[in-house]
């Protein structure tokens, strides 16, 4: 019973491709998260969903695409993919927005190479 | 830019010993200041958490200490454990606002 759950685990594809990591929680939270974790270990975040509105978007290339079908999904497609997209993508949900109240809870991650 | 800067980014530690990390911030409307946790293959987890309004908080054998005027907290590990070995981040945040973490120290205990 994971409390959040993205797949696939690892993801390895070629520059140009497009590729989609999918995202679910069955913590009943309101708040759905997407970071990049790059090879030095830098978390950075890259959108916010807030009951499947979205509420933060960074500076991120539009080629990345969050998708929410409902509150416990949080989807993220990527197009034609670059080689500087390669990193550790966390998915991570939160009661709501305030972040005194409600931890963040991180997926496993998602290991994204491109070559 | 980044709003929360920790040190060392990486530390080695012998078993038994202290293991302390440092953050820094700039931004004076921050009054949540958490620390996350992550071991290898896995995503952060929350360990430790404090409010401006205190100095010090423990949980068992973490403890962060606050220094408001300094805009600097720390987390100490007491008597480090192999199992504590991972990377650590300090984060901050406004109540209604976004996380910001710090760059991460990765943290290494010997048996």
């Known amino acids: 019973d994971t409390a959040v759950s993205q797949t696939p685990k690892y993801l390895v594809t070629q520059m140009g491709n497009d590729k989609s990591i999918k995202c679910e929680q069955n913590?009943?939270?309101?708040?759905m998260y997407w970071y990049k974790q790059d090879s030095k270990k830098f978390l950075k975040i890259m959108f916010s969903y807030n009951n499947k509105e979205l509420i933060i978007n960074e500076t991120v290339p539009n080629r990345f695409s969050p998708k929410s079908p409902d509150k416990a999904h949080l989807n993220l497609h990527i197009n034609s993919l670059e080689l500087g997209d390669s990193a550790v993508y966390f998915c991570a949900s939160s009661q709501d927005e305030t972040a005194v109240n409600s931890p963040l809870h991180f997926g496993n991650g998602t290991r994204l190479t491109v070559t | 830019q980044q709003q929360v800067k920790q040190s060392p980014q990486s530390l080695i530690v012998q078993k038994g010993g202290i293991s302390i990390i440092n953050c820094a911030y700039e931004n004076t409307a921050f009054d949540y200041f958490p620390w996350y946790q992550q071991f290898p293959g896995k995503g952060p987890a929350l360990l430790i958490a404090i409010r401006p309004d205190v100095s010090e908080k423990k949980e068992g054998r973490f403890t962060i200490s606050f220094n408001k005027s300094a805009k600097q907290f720390s987390l100490h590990i007491m008597d480090s454990q192999p199992g504590d070995s991972a990377t650590y981040f300090c984060?901050?945040?406004?109540?209604?606002?976004?996380?910001?973490f710090g760059a991460g120290t990765q943290v290494v205990v010997t048996p």
């Open positions: 984060a901050a945040s406004k109540s209604w606002g976004k996380l910001q």
């Open positions: 913590l009943g939270h309101d708040t």
